[in-house]
């Protein structure tokens, strides 16, 4: 049995500028951070000669190809494998809330599918793969940031370039900013998950009219990130994050609607500075910046909503369990 573990992310700013129709004018960037939520995944030998893969349902395939579930089957696929295998995936958190799940899962795949096969594969390598099967194979209109930050873990300035070569930048800041930033954020579920790749399929179509916006919001990623060094400024960083989230909300294509607006709003009256829905937008999770001393008049205001706390972690996608 083989276990991999790989972490979600919350993006702080510049999504949108990951996606193709937008780096290969001009390169993006975002800034972003791995976080103690995961995607767990076991692989099994098998010993009828099937392939089952356990999930939010369950399915037996008698060969490759019959197999349903298209990040599974092109991951065995690409590492070469189709061996009778036992697969279960399992989430911290639901698909569709925004926090790259399905990017997790592709590279939490590829790990332990590695290996299976006895093989240890760098980060680069899980990201690049991931993003052939996600972008290249299944012709997802995603982007690129949620492989990278899941295979490598810890807070990153991500450059995406018109060549499609990605560049991991470790952002270098104190722990005793970390750990502030920390104290200071706040993750609430909207109660509405979606389909991202409606919403992302509707931003690359009209990313050619909003290219100053875009670039607005990569060059937020870079200001971000200088915020978090030296010293740190967590005040301007969470003044940074709401510039970004009205950007954000400009571009359109179903990014925010009227329970999100109103959430928000609630929230900024109550103390928040700052705040994003993670993800493409439309649902998931709302991430807000705000004085430890606020927090709790926040919740009140928002009538307790889901809450996750969450810490950042410096691991990407690992295995943490074989047995032979």
Known sequence: MIIS????????????????????????????????????VTIHDRFEP?????????????SLDEVQHDLVREAMRLVEIDDPLEITTIGDVPAGTGMGSSSSLTVGLLNALH??????VGSPTLAEQACRIEIDILKKPIGRQDQYAAAFGGINYIRFNPDDTVDVEPVPCRAETLAELEKRVLLFFTGQTRDANEILGRQTSGTGD???????????????????TGDGDLDRFAELM????QLKRSLGFGISNNRIDEMYETARKAGAVGGKLLGAGGGGFLLLMAPPWRHRAIREALTRPREIPFK?????SRIIFIQN
């Open 210 to 228: 909003r290219m100053e916006v875009l670039r607005q919001m990569r060059d937020l990623a870079g200001q971000m990130r200088l915020a978090l």
């Open 242 to 245: 709401e510039e970004g989230w």
């Open 115 to 120: 290996a299976y096969r006895n093989r240890v």
């Open 50 to 62: 099937t392939i089952r893969v356990s999930y939010s349902k369950t399915e037996t395939a008698t």
């Open 5 to 40: 573990q790989t972490p979600y992310r919350v993006s702080f700013a510049g999504g949108g500028t990951d996606l193709p129709a937008f780096y290969r004018k001009e390169p993006g960037a975002v800034l972003s951070v791995a976080i103690n939520h995961h995607m767990y």
């Open 312 to 316: 950042i972690v410096r691991h990407g």
